[in-house]
């Protein structure tokens, strides 16, 4: 009996040479992808190269660490008035073209002009596309300060520990997103540290899971920043702010951890570290009449023929040689009153009777 044999098996079909067609399609789709991602290295390269963005991280910023550090960014930006936010919030998007960070989402916090945080996060969502931040992710963050939730915590416990339902369930929301980030975390608080005390106070995050906290604050006894113009210049120019609005934030901070804190001082933005309207409409054209409106402001009221920008000068926590050209080191800090001052100010000392030690820059 002859045996059958199965030629199927013998000769299997053999897969058919790319057709003309094909090689040229997958010639043409291995070109974009080598423009797109050209493209985007020649953006990141020209956006880091404007006067605005070597001020900040020098004319060939290098990252401090070989991996992109995750970041939470939290802005107090308005669309009038004061305009470091945007800037930072600019500067922040080429630090992350450049591979030095990787945000994982901007919260918006009450702050700047008496805004709200509802008005600032429509704000952001008007402006962030304009900065080079359109993908990021835009997270609402609480309406009460930390005093205030301390004060309901005194006086109506248990109610008040953690503030509003609303504000605990977004609360919740970051710390999901910070939990979950690949490594620590760094929070770079643009206005108040409201954010970053809430989330540790009450247990949200770990203070494992947060690297460091790069925030803005801090003068020494009598400092003032403006010369004699106009009405507010006279007052003695700008009081602490991002530390007014939450003082009690800044206090349990630098009290609780403050090996966790990077502060920007007010003397770090000011003289010859101060930017133009120019600077920022050359880099940022979207927002030159902001700018225009903000440097004839500070030049009627304060006599400065520039723009201060601390908030931006967090920045230089990622870019080597950073902390080096803004002088930062360990030095005192206490938040208390100061004579003749209406609120509580965060002071700087040199010896560790005048507070927590905390790194600074000035």
Same mark, same amino acid.
């Given at each position: 009996?002859?045996?059958?044999?199965?030629?199927?098996?013998?000769?299997?079909?053999?897969?058919?040479?790319?057709?003309?067609?094909?090689?040229?399609?997958?010639?043409?789709?291995?070109?974009?992808?080598?423009?797109?991602?050209?493209?985007?290295?020649?953006?990141?390269?020209?956006?880091?190269?404007?006067?605005?963005?070597?001020?900040?991280?020098?004319?060939?910023?290098?990252? %401090?660490?070989?991996?992109?550090? &995750?970041?939470?960014?939290? =802005?107090? /930006?308005?669309?009038? +008035?004061? $305009?470091?936010? !945007?800037?930072?919030?600019?500067?922040?998007?080429?630090?992350?073209?450049?591979?030095?960070?990787?945000?994982?989402?901007?919260?918006?916090?009450?702050?700047?002009?008496?805004?709200?945080?509802?008005?600032?996060?429509?704000?952001?969502?008007?402006?962030?596309?304009?900065?080079?931040?359109?993908?990021?992710?835009?997270?609402?963050?609480?309406?009460?300060?930390?005093?205030?939730?301390?004060?309901?915590?005194?006086?109506?416990?248990?109610?008040?520990?953690?503030?509003?339902?609303?504000?605990?369930?977004?609360?919740?929301?970051?710390?999901?997103?910070?939990?979950?980030?690949?490594?620590?975390? %760094?929070?770079?608080?643009?206005? &108040?540290?409201?954010?970053? =005390?809430? /989330?540790?106070?009450? +247990?949200? $995050?770990?203070? !494992?899971?947060?690297?460091?906290?790069?925030?803005?604050?801090?003068?020494?006894?009598?400092?003032?920043?403006?010369?004699?113009?106009?009405?507010?210049?006279?007052?003695?120019?700008?009081?602490?702010?991002?530390?007014?609005?939450?003082?009690?934030?800044?206090?349990?901070?630098?009290?609780?951890?403050?090996?966790?804190?990077?502060?920007?001082?007010?003397?770090?933005?000011?003289?010859?570290?101060?930017?133009?309207?120019?600077?920022?409409?050359?880099?940022?054209?979207?927002?030159?009449?902001?700018?225009?409106?903000?440097?004839?402001?500070?030049?009627?009221?304060?006599?400065?023929?520039?723009?201060?920008?601390?908030?931006?000068?967090?920045?230089?926590?990622?870019?080597?040689?950073?902390?080096?050209?803004?002088?930062?080191?360990?030095?005192?800090?206490?938040?208390?009153?100061?004579?003749?001052?209406?609120?509580?100010?965060?002071?700087?000392?040199?010896?560790?009777?005048?507070?927590?030690?905390?790194?600074?820059?000035?």
């Amino acid at each position: 009996m002859r045996a059958t044999v199965n030629h199927k098996f013998m000769n299997p079909v053999r897969a058919s040479a790319p057709s003309y067609a094909e090689k040229i399609v997958h010639i043409i789709v291995v070109a974009i992808v080598f423009v797109s991602f050209a493209l985007s290295a020649a953006l990141a390269t020209d956006r880091a190269s404007t006067e605005l963005a070597r001020h900040f991280l020098s004319d060939t910023p290098a990252c %401090v660490q070989p991996a992109p550090s &995750p970041v939470l960014l939290v =802005a107090d /930006l308005t669309l009038n +008035g004061e $305009i470091d936010d !945007s800037v930072s919030l600019h500067i922040y998007s080429i630090l992350e073209e450049l591979g030095c960070i990787d945000v994982l989402g901007v919260v918006s916090i009450f702050g700047n002009g008496g805004s709200t945080t509802a008005e600032v996060h429509r704000n952001l969502d008007v402006r962030l596309a304009k900065l080079g931040g359109g993908t990021w992710r835009l997270l609402r963050g609480p309406d009460e300060s930390y005093r205030k939730v301390r004060n309901k915590r005194a006086t109506r416990p248990p109610a008040g520990q953690n503030g509003t339902l609303a504000d605990q369930e977004r609360l919740v929301r970051i710390a999901e997103i910070v939990n979950g980030a690949n490594g620590q975390v %760094v929070i770079v608080e643009l206005g &108040p540290m409201t954010v970053s =005390a809430r /989330l540790l106070s009450s +247990g949200l $995050i770990q203070e !494992s899971k947060i690297r460091k906290i790069l925030a803005v604050g801090g003068r020494k006894g009598g400092e003032r920043f403006g010369r004699p113009a106009g009405l507010v210049g006279r007052l003695g120019s700008f009081t602490d702010f991002n530390v007014r609005k939450d003082t009690k934030a800044v206090d349990s901070l630098i009290r609780n951890w403050p090996e966790k804190m990077f502060l920007v001082t007010y003397r770090s933005g000011v003289g010859q570290r101060m930017i133009t309207a120019d600077m920022i409409a050359n880099a940022i054209p979207a927002i030159s009449e902001h700018a225009t409106e903000r440097q004839q402001w500070l030049r009627r009221m304060l006599g400065y023929e520039g723009i201060p920008s601390w908030d931006t000068w967090t920045a230089v926590y990622f870019v080597r040689d950073g902390k080096i050209r803004l002088d930062c080191g360990l030095q005192y800090g206490h938040v208390r009153m100061e004579d003749g001052a209406r609120w509580p100010r965060l002071l700087i000392g040199n010896q560790p009777d005048d507070g927590w030690p905390i790194e600074m820059c000035r």
